[in-house]
């Protein structure tokens, strides 16, 4: 076989039959006149690796160094190349662009091996054409694979792993793609609430000025657990036969304190009611069934015992937020068994939990099979002597007001009565925030809930 000439950076010959690229005019990002009836791709971003050796149909893996391997594309000939592994990853866009991304890796396929350098520079023979010893792309997601990850089938459409790659980071399997942009999760409150950081910061400023001004007794134990407490705020004047007030407060289950929320007594204690505001464990320490459990126990303890500090256990109403609306349904879910809950508040919560599984809560708390048939509210009958209210924010994101209306929908349907309301220009933060503001939509609310239903 005659020995292939050295060709310098001017060489003009073409990379193979699917490319009208010249090698040198990679760095500058120019497209080159093409013989006829040939594709060609666009050149590489600048800032890729550059490389002389033979030209190939494999794909280029390594982002930090061009490997090369003889493939079938080209006229065997030598010459200098631009190419970066980061490139060959499908990114994503639109339909048509990733189409372009696919061909670039299947048509164009510069699988490059360090072997073939090694025998352009010193005669070394390059590997069999068949060593697998290389890390594979899988094309649907743009990610490296192992060897026995690249030899099996995958399902299609799924990807290879949680992450796929888009523009150098790596988006969570639970965010979702549409026209090439990463939507963010739904369920993930902080993505679509601007001031999180700061509602967050006022609440519990506003909290720790109610247990500063407020009468209160602290950390009332309803059970043995330490996290088993019940802060109680009492309105001015004499204490008796008062109604009760319950507040659940949210977080995912996993998040905030009963002192976090504090400031929802000022609303309480001025409509003349108590403010038993309730802790319970977070997860993933502890799974839904012991929170439950121990919401249903602080029920019973008030029911039991708040006589003793003033109240009336016959003028129990209910309130809750986001997970404490969903843990407040389980207060009066039992069709046969009266609940003695008059009312319930129940503020952008969650009814049924199968969404969850696939939010970013499932890196979080992980909610299981089990728990989603067990406590999805929508799932039970509720006692049709509780009347509840059902509260939205208007901008909240989808899934909160869908879930909001079929959980109306599903009391109407049992015979219990049931209203609902979306709160004006209110957000899943904005809203509850609001539940402690007496005077704002969600104050006047609550503190009806709390008048209305007095015997």
């Given at each position: 076989m005659p020995r292939q000439a050295d060709v310098g950076t001017q060489d003009r010959r073409w990379y193979g039959s699917s490319h009208g690229v010249?090698?040198?005019?990679?760095?500058?990002?120019?497209?080159?006149?093409?013989?006829?009836?040939?594709?060609?791709?666009?050149?590489?971003?600048?800032?890729?690796?550059?490389?002389?050796?033979?030209?190939?149909?494999?794909?280029?893996?390594?982002?930090?160094?061009?490997?090369?391997r003889p493939g079938r594309g080209g006229d065997g000939a030598r010459g200098n190349f631009w190419a970066g592994g980061a490139d060959l990853e499908i990114r994503n866009g639109s339909r048509r662009h990733r189409a372009r991304q696919r061909h670039r890796i299947r048509s164009c396929r510069l699988h490059l091996h360090a072997r073939s350098?090694?025998?352009?520079?010193?005669?070394?023979?390059?590997?069999?054409?068949?060593d697998r010893s290389q890390p594979r792309l899988d094309v649907r997601s743009g990610c490296t694979l192992r060897r026995n990850e690249a030899e099996r089938p995958r399902p299609r459409g799924r990807p290879a792993s949680r992450h796929c790659r888009v523009h150098g980071g790596e988006i969570p399997r639970h965010q979702h793609l549409s026209g090439g942009r990463v939507q963010s999760d739904p369920f993930r409150i902080r993505d679509h609430v601007a001031d999180f950081d700061k509602i967050v910061q006022d609440i519990v400023h506003?909290?720790?000025?109610?247990?500063?001004?407020?009468?209160?007794?602290?950390?009332?134990?309803?059970?043995?657990?330490?996290?088993?407490?019940?802060?109680?705020?009492?309105?001015?004047?004499?204490?008796?036969?008062?109604?009760?007030?319950?507040?659940?407060?949210?977080?995912?289950?996993?998040?905030?304190?009963?002192?976090?929320?504090?400031?929802?007594?000022?609303?309480?204690?001025?409509?003349?009611?108590?403010?038993?505001?309730?802790?319970?464990?977070?997860?993933?320490?502890?799974?839904?069934?012991?929170?439950?459990?121990?919401?249903?126990?602080?029920?019973?303890?008030?029911?039991?015992?708040?006589?003793?500090?003033?109240?009336?256990?016959?003028?129990?109403t209910v309130s809750g937020h986001s997970a404490g609306a969903h843990l407040s349904t389980f207060l009066f879910n039992r069709e046969n068994t009266p609940s003695n809950?008059?009312?319930?508040?129940?503020?952008?919560?969650?009814?049924?939990?199968?969404?969850?599984?696939?939010?970013?809560?499932?890196?979080e708390i992980g909610i299981t099979d089990e728990e989603v048939a067990m406590f999805t509210p929508l799932a039970y009958r509720h006692d049709p002597q509780t009347?509840?209210?059902?509260?939205?924010?208007?901008?909240?994101?989808?899934?909160?007001?869908?879930?909001?209306?079929?959980?109306?929908?599903?009391?109407?349907?049992?015979?219990?009565?049931?209203?609902?309301?979306?709160?004006?220009?209110?957000?899943?933060?904005?809203?509850?925030?609001?539940?402690?503001?007496?005077?704002?939509?969600?104050?006047?609310?609550?503190?009806?809930?709390?008048?209305?239903?007095?015997?």
């Open positions: 010249r090698a040198d005019d990679h760095q500058e990002g120019r497209r080159q006149d093409r013989p006829s009836g040939q594709r060609c791709c666009r050149p590489w971003r600048a800032g890729a690796v550059r490389g002389q050796g033979r030209l190939g149909n494999g794909i280029l893996l390594s982002a930090d160094r061009a490997l090369r350098c090694a025998r352009n520079a010193g005669g070394i023979q390059d590997r069999s054409r068949d506003r909290s720790e000025a109610v247990r500063a001004t407020i009468p209160m007794t602290a950390d009332v134990a309803y059970g043995p657990d330490q996290t088993e407490t019940i802060d109680l705020f009492f309105p001015s004047g004499k204490r008796s036969g008062l109604p009760v007030h319950m507040f659940i407060h949210g977080g995912y289950w996993r998040m905030f304190s009963k002192r976090d929320y504090s400031y929802v007594a000022t609303t309480i204690t001025q409509a003349g009611a108590i403010a038993a505001i309730v802790d319970y464990a977070l997860m993933p320490k502890v799974r839904m069934a012991t929170i439950v459990d121990q919401v249903r126990r602080a029920k019973q303890w008030v029911l039991a015992h708040i006589a003793d500090h003033g109240g009336n256990p016959a003028e129990l809950v008059r009312a319930v508040l129940l503020l952008g919560g969650l009814y049924d939990l199968k969404p969850l599984q696939n939010s970013f809560l499932a890196n009347r509840a209210t059902v509260l939205v924010g208007a901008n909240e994101t989808p899934p909160f007001h869908q879930q909001a209306d079929r959980f109306k929908e599903n009391l109407l349907q049992q015979g219990s009565p049931a209203t609902s309301l979306v709160l004006t220009n209110r957000n899943h933060m904005d809203s509850v925030r609001d539940l402690g503001v007496p005077g704002s939509q969600a104050g006047d609310c609550l503190t009806k809930l709390i008048v209305n239903d007095r015997r």
